[in-house]
């Protein structure tokens, strides 16, 4: 098994995501300090995770829930503390594993998972910040809700208690060229527009989208928070 990065090379590899991100920022007249970036942490090990965010990494996104609670068990209370994101599928089954686990959820894709994850968390007495999770390429298999179901799932966080509804995400479609994914992300900032029309005494205010290939596409049609893998971690299996 080759080593992971040091430090030193992850900071580099730090460095060089966030130049792209300011750059994107710039071209697109946006401030580049109202863009998150989260390091989509899937299989890269605990060990290397405490190294990013020694180096200035603050947010973490996980694709599964077991994966997330075996890291965050071996993380324990030594800070500093990462923001945990749950960045992949969440299925109604581990809704009462996230609610302990995650700052944020950006995957909810129904009314019926806002109805558990809130329950869930509610009882944990916990607060999370939600995103609903859109299917704006309309590709099967694809998880997500469709554009037409996006504002009634949006409807049932007026019955939560314990989620915090902050907006959309999307993923682009897989493809060599970045600008195959901007017809997606522009759906999903039309969408969370038409959002803030219908729920405005609400915060939404977060565009998750783009990843280590497209995110100046994403950051130029409006992302907020950044899903970045492979340009800070390295390949994975």
Avoid: Y
């Avoid at 915090?164 to 897989?174: F, H, S, V």
């Avoid at 497209?214 to 928070?225: F, P, Q, S």
Wanted: net charge positive; with cysteine; proline share 6%.
């Amino acid at each position: 098994m080759e080593p992971g990065p040091t430090v030193q090379g992850f900071a580099d590899r730090l460095v060089a995501v966030r130049e792209r991100i300011m750059r994107a920022a710039v071209r697109a007249g946006r401030d580049p300090a109202g863009i998150t970036l989260v390091g989509a942490s899937k299989q890269v090990p605990v060990e290397r995770l405490r190294e990013a965010v020694a180096a200035g990494l603050a947010h973490l996104g996980e694709n599964r829930v077991q994966e997330a609670k075996s890291k965050m068990e071996a993380w324990g209370s030594c800070p500093p503390r990462p923001t945990w994101h749950l960045i992949g599928h969440l299925q109604s089954n581990k809704a009462r594993a996230a609610a302990l686990l995650f700052d944020w959820v950006h995957s909810i894709d129904s009314p019926d998972l806002v109805k558990e994850l809130d329950r869930r968390a509610a009882g944990a007495g916990r607060k999370i910040r939600a995103l609903v999770e859109v299917n704006a390429s309309g590709e099967a298999g694809k998880f997500g809700a469709t554009p037409e179901k996006t504002l009634e799932t949006l409807e049932a966080f007026a019955r939560a208690s314990a989620l915090e509804p902050r907006g959309l995400m999307t993923m682009g479609p897989l493809a060599d060229d970045p600008e195959t994914a901007r017809p997606a992300f522009r759906a999903t900032a039309r969408l969370l527009a038409e959002a803030r029309r219908a729920f405005p005494r609400w915060t939404l205010d977060q565009l998750s989208m783009g990843m280590s290939g497209d995110l100046e596409v994403a950051i130029e049609e409006g992302a907020t928070l950044i899903r970045v893998g492979t340009a800070l971690f390295g390949p994975r299996a």
